[in-house]
């Protein structure tokens, strides 16, 4: 290790930055923010350290730098285009025992200036030592991604019960257990979400709960998109991550499965036509039951919860129950399968509107309201369509769509196993029998479907398709 990572307090001390430009200006901001009382030594002044010293009161000396400039220093930053400079002013540092930044000369530096993500007073910091600034600018590009912005309110949240905690919780062992699951489970989440009243409530049961040693967990109700795991939001991943059990569904790809957590329960509720492993009845209450043992559940579905996949039925009876539960969307079968088959769902010069629709009912049939879906200038997009196919290609053309209309068949849509078969009212059914598509299959219609030739993009895996798949050239 190069470098030893430490934090220092630095509020009310004085630090000096010798220099005034660009580079200068960020150090000067950054010192500020940790409450430094900043000194600026330079000959000319920008724009930005004259409105800080207006605002912020920070102490300029418009002149060269000289010997004792930096006496009494707690820390000392060089920031200057001039190297004899720096080097004079590492060199007086190094001498006093102060701490020293010289921008850009590692060489120079008895401490580096991290990239840092600021979550106060959550901090967290990268650093390359100086070898590539912009490599850790990156790095911390992706850890931005990873953590809320909630974590600094957490943080206080934390600090707030602390006491609490450890009068409650007897060994370091068992305050761990709780910090571990509390930071991660129901009070984190509405910490991220703004329900600061609901996360203290949360708080208090949770240290009654234990005290009693009755806890009730929480549901999370996440939408796994329709295949491709880098389509999962990073609220669905951080808490499939944190799931004591994983009750998941049919249509949940198995790279979504396994991006829960390892060592989590997995319960298998799937339903196919004719073949259901778990009435939906049986599911939620199932959600509940587990819940009230305490545990943190994640009912992964497939697509997005709230569009043809139950999600409202399952809350309902958790809200009855009282028990806790969250809402993550997902990517909706419709909006990722016609993305990757380069079937745009609106397009100014071909449709301006766009329906979901089952394309089977709960008796089974598909009786649906068909001068609706055959209205002009939109896109129709079936969901479970396909054993229904012959009756909706039959009643679209019945009720005034052209037998010309395209339409596609998106099999297994965002997947390498994807495929896009296209057709027209009249003929698709040829192309079914010719290449027997499997579910899940997503049927689009509308004058949309002409594009998908020239707007397709993504690359699955080689097939013969005698002419009846479209080509997908690379990704670009």
Known sequence: MDFLPIFIDIKARVCVVVGAGDVALRKIQLLLRAGASVRVIAPRLTAGVRRLHAKKGVEIEERTYQPGDIDGATLVIAATDDTRTNEAVAAEARRLGILINVADQPALCSFVMPSIIDRSPVIAAVSTGGASPVLARLIRARLESLIPAGYGRLAALASRFRDKVKTTFATPTDRRLFWDRVLQGGVAERVFTGHMEEAEEIMRRELDAAASNSGIGEVYLIGGGPGDPDLLTFRALRLMQQADVV??????????????????????????????????????????????????????????????????????????????????????????CAAYAGIPLTHRDYAQSVTFVTGHLKDGSVNLNWTQLAQPNQTVVFYMGLIGLPAICEQLQKHGVSPDMPIAL???????????????????QQVVEREQPKPPTLIIVGHVVELQEKLSWFKAPARSTQGATSPHPEPR
């Open 247 to 336: 009750v998941y569904d049919r249509l949940v790809a198995k790279a979504v499965l396994d991006m829960t957590r390892r060592d989590a329960e997995r319960i298998y509720v799937g339903k196919e036509r004719d073949n259901h492993a778990m009435r939906q009845e049986e599911i939620n209450q199932l959600l509940a039951r587990l819940a009230k043992q305490g545990k943190r559940v994640v009912r992964l579905k497939g697509g997005d919860p709230f569009i043809f996949g139950r999600g409202g039925e399952e809350i309902d009876t958790l809200a009855a129950e009282g028990i806790p539960f969250q809402v993550v969307p997902g990517i909706t079968a419709a909006a990722g």
């Open 410 to 428: 998106v099999q297994q849509g965002t997947t390498h196993k994807q495929r896009v078969m296209t057709g027209t009212l009249t003929n698709i």
